[in-house]
């Protein structure tokens, strides 16, 4: 008896420190929520902030997501050099993750059974789910297409649209309520949504606010440009017949400058990065340039981001051009060597840059995501 205790007390022992700081919401589903305070949103000078092994959503401007194989975590603050232990995290086992988007700070999460699930980024608490289509599990080590592309999962506003199969659901991201659903047409495929607040696929175009379909689009398919992450609040297309069009009012603008398959737009410019400068059009007639060859990463908050060639961020102001920041994308202390960009996400304060090695056949170092304040 005395040795059947000393075996078994261990086990019981190991059993209960497992335990310990977990909380169990279904069989498949396991929560660590944050025991720790949200972190405070700061403003900090230009200039890099750290990196990160895997790709971070950021969220409410103060915290990270991140998205694993079967979960969803986060930790933070923003600026913190390196990942840090998760803050919270979520796991649904055997579940693959297939996406996540967030608004304000609800993080919406999807799963292949189909499943959405909204939760509270403060406190990695669930606030609310609903069943779906099944939906395809995401690939890639860092995490990237899940957190800034998820296939079928967009925001607008105060509302996530959800789309599988032909189905386009619209619920508020706060407390899940559904606000409209309808059934595509064949050929429509996962679209993208407008700054203008439309979504739109190959088929036609909805109203987000409505669901109701929208007349006298050009033809499809499209090609989105001037995207936020999600691919949504996107400023422009291309269509079928690659004639660029301004998407940031309730009809598109024709806009014959976006026709360039290597010009994008923000609001209401037209970003064209060709001839060794970067020149902003507005209605067909030029605004500002600025000197020196560039990607145009985006535009958020009265700023035009670009990645210049020597693979410095320069922060533009977007009504005039004049030139706001300029620092190199390396962390201190970081090898510096060329690399590429593969992708992005651009908030009011933050930018974080997915970097390719020289030849894009791997990462940039084991932590390839720079992230950086504007």
Same mark, same amino acid.
Request: aromatic share 8%; with cysteine.
């Given at each position: 008896?005395?040795?059947?205790?000393?075996?078994?007390?261990?086990?019981?022992?190991?059993?209960?420190?497992?335990?310990?700081?977990?909380?169990?919401?279904?069989?498949?589903?396991?929560?660590?929520? +944050?025991? !720790?305070?949200?972190?405070? $949103? &700061? /403003? %900090? @000078? *230009? #200039?890099?902030?750290?990196?990160?092994?895997? =790709?971070?959503?950021?969220?409410?401007?103060?915290?990270?997501?991140?998205?694993?194989?079967?979960?969803?975590?986060?930790?933070?603050?923003?600026?913190?050099?390196?990942?840090?232990?998760?803050?919270?995290?979520?796991?649904?086992?055997?579940?693959?993750?297939?996406?996540?988007?967030?608004?304000?700070?609800?993080?919406?999460?999807?799963?292949?059974?189909?499943?959405?699930?909204?939760?509270?980024?403060?406190?990695?608490?669930?606030?609310?789910?609903?069943?779906?289509?099944?939906?395809?599990?995401?690939?890639?080590?860092?995490?990237?297409?899940?957190?800034?592309?998820?296939?079928?999962?967009?925001?607008?506003?105060?509302?996530?649209?959800?789309?599988?199969?032909?189905?386009?659901?619209?619920?508020?991201? +706060?407390? !899940?309520?559904?606000?409209? $659903? &309808? /059934? %595509? @047409? *064949? #050929?429509?495929?996962?679209?993208?949504?407008? =700054?203008?607040?439309?979504?739109?696929?190959?088929?036609?175009?909805?109203?987000?606010?409505?669901?109701?379909?929208?007349?006298?689009?050009?033809?499809?398919?499209?090609?989105?440009?001037?995207?936020?992450?999600?691919?949504?609040?996107?400023?422009?297309?291309?269509?079928?017949?690659?004639?660029?069009?301004?998407?940031?009012?309730?009809?598109?603008?024709?806009?014959?400058?976006?026709?360039?398959?290597?010009?994008?737009?923000?609001?209401?410019?037209?970003?064209?990065?060709?001839?060794?400068?970067?020149?902003?059009?507005?209605?067909?007639?030029?605004?500002?340039?600025?000197?020196?060859?560039?990607?145009?990463?985006?535009?958020?908050?009265?700023?035009?981001?670009?990645?210049?060639?020597?693979?410095?961020?320069?922060?533009?102001?977007?009504?005039?051009?004049?030139?706001?920041?300029?620092?190199?994308?390396?962390?201190?202390?970081?090898?510096?060597?060329?690399?590429?960009?593969?992708?992005?996400?651009?908030?009011?304060?933050?930018?974080?840059?997915?970097?390719?090695?020289?030849?894009?056949?791997?990462?940039?170092?084991?932590?390839?995501?720079?992230?950086?304040?504007?």
């Amino acid at each position: 008896m005395i040795r059947l205790l000393r075996v078994v007390v261990p086990v019981v022992v190991l059993a209960a420190s497992v335990l310990i700081g977990w909380r169990v919401l279904a069989p498949a589903e396991v929560l660590e929520p +944050a025991t !720790g305070a949200y972190p405070v $949103a &700061v /403003t %900090l @000078p *230009p #200039g890099t902030t750290g990196k990160t092994t895997m =790709a971070p959503l950021i969220v409410d401007g103060r915290i990270r997501v991140y998205a694993g194989a079967r979960l969803v975590k986060a930790d933070g603050p923003v600026q913190a050099e390196t990942m840090y232990t998760p803050l919270w995290s979520y796991r649904r086992w055997p579940q693959r993750l297939a996406g996540v988007v967030a608004v304000a700070a609800t993080v919406v999460t999807r799963w292949s059974d189909g499943e959405v699930v909204a939760l509270d980024g403060r406190t990695g608490e669930p606030v609310w789910r609903a069943a779906g289509p099944a939906a395809g599990s995401f690939t890639g080590r860092t995490g990237s297409a899940a957190v800034w592309a998820p296939p079928g999962l967009h925001t607008a506003g105060t509302s996530v649209l959800i789309a599988g199969g032909r189905q386009l659901t619209a619920r508020a991201a +706060a407390d !899940g309520t559904p606000r409209w $659903a &309808v /059934t %595509l @047409p *064949p #050929g429509c495929g996962d679209g993208f949504v407008t =700054a203008g607040g439309r979504y739109v696929c190959a088929a036609g175009a909805w109203d987000v606010l409505t669901g109701h379909p929208v007349r006298g689009w050009p033809n499809g398919p499209f090609s989105a440009v001037g995207c936020d992450v999600a691919r949504s609040g996107c400023a422009g297309l291309r269509d079928g017949s690659g004639q660029g069009w301004l998407t940031g009012g309730r009809r598109p603008e024709r806009a014959p400058r976006l026709d360039a398959p290597d010009a994008t737009a923000a609001g209401d410019l037209v970003l064209s990065p060709a001839g060794g400068a970067v020149t902003a059009f507005r209605a067909g007639r030029e605004v500002w340039r600025w000197a020196g060859a560039a990607r145009v990463l985006g535009a958020r908050a009265g700023r035009v981001v670009l990645l210049a060639a020597d693979l410095r961020a320069v922060v533009l102001d977007a009504a005039t051009g004049a030139q706001r920041a300029a620092f190199p994308l390396y962390v201190p202390d970081e090898r510096v060597e060329p690399w590429q960009p593969d992708a992005w996400q651009l908030t009011d304060g933050f930018l974080a840059v997915q970097r390719l090695g020289p030849d894009a056949g791997g990462f940039y170092t084991t932590d390839p995501v720079v992230v950086a304040a504007l």
